[in-house]
């Protein structure tokens, strides 16, 4: 089956750190770029980064720049968020995505509207003041 599942969300409070995993199964992972998604109660989805397995390049949008990496491990087919310094603001539903064509990922990270060929459901990250 084809699919991404995501893990590691929960409670923290401010300032700590927490790790998403997204594993990928039923599919060539090094063929796809695999990006980062969050949506916040009565906020649009936004994208947060992006990782292109084959080339390790990665691309973080400017609200989380210096605080969030990105990285893959092939062999285990999953890609990781490691969320450093949290704030309230960085509550939301984190979702992972992949798709082939990594310039059509990018361009839906950095806001355009359009499609992504897989996403995983999800995992909530509730940070406290």
């Known amino acids: 089956e084809v699919q991404l599942v995501e893990s590691g969300g929960g409670s923290v409070q401010a300032g700590d750190s927490l790790r998403l995993s997204c594993e990928a199964s039923?599919?060539?992972?090094?063929?796809?770029?695999i990006a980062w998604f969050r949506q916040a109660p009565g906020k649009e989805r936004e994208g947060v980064s992006c990782?292109?397995?084959?080339?390790?390049?990665?691309f973080y949008t400017d609200s989380v720049k210096g605080r969030f990496t990105t990285s893959s491990d092939s062999a285990k087919k999953t890609v990781y968020l490691h969320m450093d310094n949290l704030t309230p603001e960085d509550t939301a539903r984190y979702y992972c995505a992949a798709d082939t064509v990594a310039s059509r990922l990018l361009a839906v990270v950095g806001g355009t509207k359009g499609y992504v060929e897989l996403w995983g459901q999800g995992t909530l990250v509730t940070v406290s003041a």
């Open positions: 990782i292109i397995s084959y080339d390790g390049s990665t």
């Open positions: 039923g599919f060539t992972f090094d063929d796809y770029a």
